[in-house]
């Protein structure tokens, strides 16, 4: 079982895998920092201030009693589901720009076409007696 294991992990598919995983991993907190610092700033300067992670619809105000909170507040916090939504399209976006480029490399490389296979001893004495059988038939 170990052995069968071993080789299921070993293979290259996984290994690829694994890998790609942990690009995306990384990939991922690009991405955050690049739409939570740069682009939810603007975008939230040009809609008047609005700081989209405060943005939420409040269901029931938070309790608050000789200053504790006995019951916290109940939101539905759409800001972040506007944010969580651009995170995902700037993804898109880059994913559909290096899978385009990849693409068209593929497409300018010339491709090389495999050689014939090699004719057997038999086909070859094959075609030999064929080859005489038409010249005698000529001949007559």
Do not use: T
Request: proline fraction near 4%.
């Amino acid at each position: 079982m170990w052995k069968e294991f071993k080789e299921f992990a070993m293979r290259g598919s996984v290994i690829d895998m694994a890998v790609g995983v942990i690009i995306g991993g990384a990939f991922s907190a690009v991405v955050n920092s690049i739409v939570n610092d740069i682009f939810m700033p603007i975008i939230g300067q040009l809609l008047a201030g609005v700081d989209f992670s405060d943005l939420k619809i409040v269901l029931s105000q938070a309790v608050v009693e000789a200053g504790e909170v006995v019951q916290p507040e109940v939101a539905i916090g759409y800001g972040m589901l506007i944010q969580k939504i651009i995170n995902f399209l700037i993804i898109a976006l880059c994913l559909f720009a290096v899978i385009k480029s990849i693409n068209s490399l593929k497409k300018s490389e010339p491709k090389e076409e495999p050689a014939p296979p090699e004719k057997s001893a038999e086909v070859l004495l094959l075609e030999e007696i064929r080859d005489s059988l038409k010249e005698g038939s000529h001949k007559q």
